[in-house]
């Protein structure tokens, strides 16, 4: 996994993946305490970075291996991103996603070709089903994160953050990712170490889901006690990646633990200052740096807002319970 | 009023205006039966088009005037934009605002430093109190749409459209604009006479706030009925302006009409597919691309999303009332 495979990935993905805008807001600054800048990720298409990943990963296929189809498990991202990228190859997709995903996700999965498999969370172990089924049907498994085609892809925000912050004289900011198994993180951290090396990667996590804060505090992977039942359903992972843990210890300052309300709260600042829809999951790096900024150092702060795949209830509820003024 | 002042505005915009994305959704494209391209102005500075031409006018002044302060009369998107442009010169603004103009737009409006001045819409005259304030303290008034510097800054709008649009090959459309006196609809319609002659601007208006509708189908000024009360609220003005009319008879085809609820089915169909916040006013002309596509021809429409400066409780109502599935 190096640096030379994110920007092969990009190559790959140039006129397919979208260039996300870097957002600021004087507003938001004055929250912060500092100047912000949001990576509005969730103007990917399919609504999160996952598409990115997808892509990747999908196109780096032999055309045998397209033909034969591909196989994801998700709660609902990775799914709408590898279905879109599938599609969009001819590849026929088999998605396996938690039975209390977000509805939206799992009917846009479906709406984007994929066929849908639902599991429960709490009981049933998805890697097995994947595995199962990926062996039986001659699928590819694209695993969400431990997959290096897929960090690679995750990877190539990095290299668009390091150009955009370059073209407003930033060079050097903490940079807060929404963390879940790690791939955005590490694909971000190894794009930066290469184009902005003073910049620093900072994983934020929702309170009693951060296994990569402790993993990285203690320097051995740990695991959360739950598996589920987070409004940060997009970052909810038991524990960091085989592949991307290393990379990480290598590459990351400490993880940031946010409460759940915070990243409602940070919805609510998103609508009213950058008029961006956010998912709690893809808030969380914006939450950190409006309301976390003590752990945070330096005069610029980049947040990457990673996804905005709510449903209109989650969402109207983070606008009524934490009005922005 | 030309294409070469429109140019000028632009290179005085030049790294202090957003270049917003013209963005794209392959679900939005199955419900308008066509490619249909979103130009995001809601992600611009003070969330609409109108920091555009408040830049451009404030931009335009002596030093002398801009220490003098500037006045203007606006629903709230024009006042956010010229006061955001005013304090960025550091100059004065005073600002002169409908006392039902939505929360939030007034409360932004003081937030970026502007003195507010609340007046009865259906009972005063804003352009009397504009007139009288500006001679009494020296300001120079920046009127909303029949201001030549206000209708070139509006038209770097469509110098991106031509732009961003070629660059994915499409180089003939209908292009849906928001329309209130016409700034934006005029000056885009200028710049893509210039750079996509093969473009055909179209103004969107509202049920009962068709006064551009039916000027150009009479070829003759028309007036609204009613002055206020429509949630379209960015884009209710009693009549064409002097100069914006006779610039969108020449270049502009017919006008489409649409009613307030298809704004808010609009706005919960931006907030599931392309992740952005839209106002009623804002969210026109992507319902008249999704909901009145028989009134368009050709097989890629484009729509500016002209701004995103609702409060939480409208825009929760259109997410409630109008699910997007």
Same mark, same amino acid.
């Given at each position: 996994m190096n640096i030379?495979?994110?920007?092969?990935?990009?190559?790959?993905?140039?006129?397919?993946?979208?260039?996300?805008?870097?957002?600021?807001?004087?507003?938001?600054?004055?929250?912060?305490?500092?100047?912000?800048?949001?990576?509005?990720?969730?103007? *990917?298409?399919?609504?999160?970075?996952?598409?990115?990943? @997808?892509? +990747? &990963? $999908?196109?780096a296929l032999s %055309?045998? =291996?397209? /033909?034969?189809?591909?196989?994801?498990?998700?709660?609902?991202?990775?799914? *709408?991103?590898?279905?879109?990228?599938?599609?969009?190859? @001819?590849? +026929? &997709? $088999?998605?396996?996603?938690? %039975?209390? =995903?977000? /509805?939206?996700?799992?009917?846009?999965?479906?709406?984007?070709?994929?066929?849908?498999?639902?599991?429960?969370?709490?009981?049933?172990?998805?890697?097995?089903?994947?595995r199962s089924l990926?062996?039986?049907?001659?699928?590819?498994?694209?695993?969400?994160?431990?997959?290096?085609?897929?960090?690679?892809?995750?990877?190539?925000?990095?290299?668009?953050?390091?150009?955009?912050?370059?073209?407003?004289?930033?060079?050097?900011?903490?940079?807060?990712?929404?963390?879940?198994?790690?791939?955005?993180?590490?694909?971000?951290?190894?794009?930066?170490?290469?184009?902005?090396?003073?910049?620093?990667?900072?994983?934020?996590?929702?309170?009693?889901?951060?296994?990569?804060?402790?993993?990285?505090?203690?320097?051995?992977?740990?695991?959360?006690?739950?598996?589920?039942?987070?409004?940060?359903?997009?970052?909810?992972?038991?524990?960091?990646?085989?592949?991307?843990?290393?990379?990480?210890?290598?590459?990351?300052?400490?993880?940031?633990?946010?409460?759940?309300?915070?990243?409602?709260?940070?919805?609510?600042?998103?609508?009213?200052?950058?008029?961006?829809?956010?998912?709690?999951?893809?808030?969380?790096?914006?939450?950190?740096?409006?309301?976390?900024?003590?752990?945070?150092?330096?005069?610029?702060?980049?947040?990457?807002?990673?996804?905005?795949?709510?449903?209109?209830?989650?969402?109207?509820?983070?606008?009524?319970?934490?009005?922005?003024?």
């Amino acid at each position: 996994m190096n640096i030379a495979m994110i920007r092969a990935a990009a190559l790959r993905l140039e006129g397919h993946v979208r260039r996300t805008p870097l957002l600021n807001s004087s507003f938001v600054d004055e929250i912060s305490g500092r100047r912000l800048w949001m990576k509005a990720e969730a103007l *990917q298409h399919t609504g999160s970075f996952k598409f990115r990943g @997808g892509w +990747s &990963a $999908v196109s780096a296929l032999s %055309s045998q =291996a397209q /033909k034969a189809g591909v196989i994801a498990f998700s709660s609902g991202n990775h799914a *709408q991103g590898v279905a879109l990228a599938a599609r969009m190859h @001819g590849a +026929s &997709a $088999v998605i396996i996603m938690p %039975s209390n =995903a977000p /509805k939206s996700k799992v009917e846009n999965t479906r709406a984007l070709g994929a066929e849908v498999i639902l599991y429960d969370r709490d009981t049933e172990d998805r890697q097995e089903i994947g595995r199962s089924l990926s062996q039986a049907r001659g699928l590819t498994l694209i695993q969400p994160y431990d997959e290096p085609e897929v960090i690679a892809g995750q990877g190539t925000c990095g290299l668009e953050i390091a150009a955009q912050a370059a073209a407003v004289g930033i060079t050097e900011a903490d940079v807060l990712v929404c963390c879940g198994g790690g791939g955005l993180t590490s694909g971000v951290a190894l794009a930066l170490e290469a184009e902005a090396p003073n910049m620093w990667v900072r994983p934020v996590e929702p309170v009693d889901f951060d296994d990569v804060t402790r993993s990285l505090a203690t320097g051995m992977a740990q695991t959360n006690a739950r598996l589920g039942g987070s409004i940060c359903d997009a970052i909810v992972t038991p524990t960091p990646g085989a592949l991307t843990f290393p990379i990480m210890q290598r590459l990351c300052g400490a993880g940031i633990v946010v409460p759940e309300e915070d990243c409602l709260r940070a919805m609510s600042v998103a609508f009213a200052r950058f008029k961006i829809v956010l998912e709690p999951g893809g808030a969380i790096g914006l939450a950190a740096a409006l309301y976390h900024g003590d752990q945070v150092s330096g005069k610029d702060v980049i947040c990457i807002a990673s996804g905005g795949n709510v449903d209109a209830e989650m969402f109207a509820r983070a606008l009524a319970e934490y009005p922005c003024t």
